[in-house]
DNA sequence: ACCTACAGACTGTTTACATCA
DNA sequence: TCTGATGTAAACAGTCTGTAG
């Protein structure tokens, strides 16, 4: 099975993390046959392990582990694969590179199975020792076609996929590959803009706490001094229909919205000024000026 | 030569779905 | 027929690392 050959590249890394210089560990993983649970599945038996020993510990354990793996072509084939086209199957206009991949074993689709079993793990054992993975670099044909093809849906079903490795003359892994990492930096960059916004948004809330507070402390001291407390002029705090954008009236803000709109259901929302959280202001609860009636 | 940002590629996890006992 | 276990594939998050500027 397909899959199998990456549960031994798979095997393989464990181990070298692990740093469990025990031969025989590997052998027994590495064989085939013992693993029943190819994919990284729940089921997997030798992932407990790995997750007990790093994952639930540290960032830094697991960089060290990364570390570790420096200098080691993961990416290695098993010996007995088969090496045949392995070079010029990159794009012609690309940069090209030996590229690897694992996961395009796990096409359902036996020709790119193939396709991708032949060139995007592409490294002799030769090789391996001094090679580390490199990289291809779309040209911008290639780029442009990808970009045109995210726009339209940022997801691919695996026929797009062949497709569209066709086209550019990728292998599907490389396609896939390309939509997975441009999804992530679109959501990432949706994710910044939405932390600016966010940004904005609690400084505009600051400022309105701000006034709200200083505007608090002017009416305590205007409630010490009664005789000037009537003849005051309505404090900042007006309300308005967010609709025709009309200030009403301080004694009763739903009265002057009734009769402004006659209908009245239009302005039961009536609410102070503000734009809300997202606006230049911040909405506060609706309470007209009815404090100012005693 | 060194630094940095970008982007291609990888590993491990999660999730949805299919199959089977 | 229902249900839990298991396998598979796809997408995602996080990371590494080669390369251009």
Not at 9 to 21: A, D, K
Not at 211 to 231: D, G, N
């Amino acid at each position: 099975m397909m899959v199998q050959k990456e549960d031994l590249g798979l095997s393989l890394s464990l181990n070298f993390r692990h740093n469990i210089p025990n031969p025989q560990h590997l052998t027994l993983i590495s064989s085939s046959t013992h693993s029943s649970s190819p994919s990284p599945s729940p089921s997997n038996p030798f992932k407990p392990s790995w997750n007990d020993a790093f994952d639930r510990n540290s960032d830094t354990c697991r960089g060290e582990t990364r570390s570790f793996l420096r200098g080691i072509d993961v990416n290695r084939l098993p010996s007995g694969v088969d090496m045949e086209e392995e070079a010029g199957v990159s794009s012609p206009n690309s940069t090209v590179s030996s590229v690897s991949g694992k996961r395009s074993e796990r096409e359902p689709n036996g020709e790119e199975h193939d396709m991708n079993r032949a060139c995007s793990r592409g490294i002799s054992d030769e090789e391996d020792g001094e090679t580390s993975r490199k990289k291809l670099r779309l040209s911008k044909d290639q780029s442009a076609i990808l970009e045109e093809s995210f726009k339209e849906h940022n997801t691919l079903n695996p026929k797009q996929k062949l497709a569209l490795a066709k086209q550019l003359g990728l292998l599907p892994r490389q396609v896939e590959v390309w939509f997975q990492n441009r999804r992530a930096r679109t959501k990432l960059k949706q994710t910044e803009v939405d932390c600016e916004v966010l940004k904005r948004c609690c400084e505009n809330l600051t400022e309105e706490n701000r006034r709200l507070q200083k505007e608090v402390q002017e009416l305590r001291a205007l409630k010490l001094s009664p005789q000037f407390y009537m003849q005051m002029t309505p404090p900042t705090t007006l309300t308005m229909c967010p609709s025709c954008e009309r200030v009403a009236v301080p004694s009763s803000a739903v009265d002057a919205a009734a009769r402004h709109h006659p209908m009245g259901q239009a302005h039961a929302h009536s609410r102070p000024m503000g734009m809300g959280p997202w606006g230049s202001a911040a909405s506060i609860p609706h309470r007209g000026f009815d404090g100012f009636h005693h």
